[in-house]
T-cell receptor
Framework: DVKVTQSSRYLVKRTGEKVFLECVQD?????MFWYRQDPGLGLRLIYF???????EKGDIPEGYSVSREKKERFSLILESASTNQTSMYLC?????????????FGPGTRLTVL | EDQVTQSPEALRLQEGESSSLNCSYT??????LFWYRQDPGKGPEFLFT???AGEEKEKERLKATLTKKESFLHITAPKPEDSATYLC???????????FGTGTRLQVFP
């Protein structure tokens, strides 16, 4: 079974802090994704990585950056956390370019910025 | 613009009362349509992939169908443990990214 793990289930940070969210997958998938999920807005893509050190902006990249130094690990960085970044953050992975690619999700990190 | 719309936003059913959830999509050249289940406070769990119009997939009390414009998730004789949010997503050509709908929150009461 595909397993995607995220470093924290719940996180509370202060405004202005630098925040790191880590995601690890064990299925050797090329693609990894970071989403945020807010009530009424659904899942919105923040960043996408299709290979080590490769990244592509999603729909809402402002205020975020990412790092992918190893194939299995994809980090989301909030450079200076703000209250409007309070949300559920979801990481996902999928194979690359083999036709139809379902994504497999981690358990999510509920981030609260005070 | 590629888009996914799910209806209804919320659905309350009595245990055993069958119903359907709708996912309408506009995308040129659909590569695949996905259904996920999400429990509160957890990540989405993959249920089905549908590839072409006319295809059907079943899992326990759930059956997913696909036409050229929409997909239905039929729930037969639901139980309280089927309560969750059900998400639909589509994959367009030349991309590995998915476009998600906002989901249908299903509550099944005993």
């Amino acid at each position: 079974d595909v397993k995607v793990t995220q470093s924290s289930r719940y996180l509370v940070k202060r405004t202005g802090e630098k925040v790191f969210l880590e995601c690890v997958q064990d299925m050797d998938h090329e693609n990894m994704f970071w989403y945020r999920q807010d009530p009424g807005l659904g899942l919105r893509l923040i960043y996408f990585s299709y290979d080590v050190k490769m990244k592509e902006k999603g729909d809402i990249p402002e205020g975020y950056s990412v790092s992918r130094e190893k194939k299995e690990r994809f980090s989301l960085i909030l450079e200076s956390a703000s209250t409007n970044q309070t949300s559920m953050y979801l990481c996902a992975s999928s194979p690359r370019g083999q036709g139809v690619n379902e994504q497999f999700f981690g358990p999510g990190t509920r981030l609260t910025v005070l | 613009e590629d888009q996914v719309t799910q209806s209804p936003e919320a659905l309350r059913l009595q245990e055993g009362e069958s119903s359907s959830l709708n996912c309408s999509y506009t995308v040129s050249g659909l590569r695949g349509l996905f259904w996920y289940r999400q429990d509160p406070g957890k990540g989405p769990e993959f249920l089905f992939t549908l590839y072409s119009a006319g295809e059907e997939k079943e899992k326990e009390r759930l059956k997913a169908t696909l036409t050229k414009k929409e997909s239905f998730l039929h729930i037969t004789a639901p139980k309280p443990e089927d309560s969750a949010t059900y998400l639909c997503a589509v994959q367009a050509p030349n991309t590995d990214k998915l476009i998600f709908g906002t989901g249908t929150r299903l509550q099944v009461f005993p």
